[in-house]
Nanobody, 118 residues
Framework: QVQLVETGGGLVQPGGSLRLSCVASGVSFTIPIMGWYRQAPGKQRELVAT???????RYGETVEGRFTSSRDNRDNSIILEMNSLKPEDTAVYFCNARRVMTPTFNFWGQGTQVTVSS
């Protein structure tokens, strides 16, 4: 019922920038926590950024200072602005929506591929 769709992935050169978008549908309330996670082949999924409905933002240490995330509570959308991209940023980026007080409310998008290569 709840669906999240990520867009904006693609191929970019090292040092370049990319913008990812995600919008949730099928929910009638403001999602408490939305965020981005990424997973590279053979590696564990890791935090990129999360934002609460109140605007509190947390970044993974590997992207701190390079990535910026923002959200719009009106339509449960979230943006990830990626700058100074490195080859190690190459991964599938997933959008996440969850509500801590309701553990069953935890949804993921299909993912969008980001490849950083020269």
């Amino acid at each position: 019922q709840v669906q999240l769709v990520e867009t904006g992935g693609g191929l970019v050169q090292p040092g370049g920038s990319l913008r990812l978008s995600c919008v949730a549908s099928g929910v009638s309330f403001t999602i408490p926590i939305m965020g981005w996670y990424r997973q590279a082949p053979g590696k564990q999924r890791e935090l990129v950024a999360t934002i609460t409905s109140g605007g509190t933002t947390r970044y993974g240490e590997t992207v701190e200072g390079r990535f910026t995330s923002s959200r719009d509570n009106r339509d449960n959308s979230i943006i990830l602005e990626m700058n100074s991209l490195k080859p190690e940023d190459t991964a599938v980026y997933f959008c996440n929506a969850r509500r801590v007080m309701t553990p069953t409310f935890n949804f993921w998008g299909q993912g969008t591929q980001v490849t950083v290569s020269s």
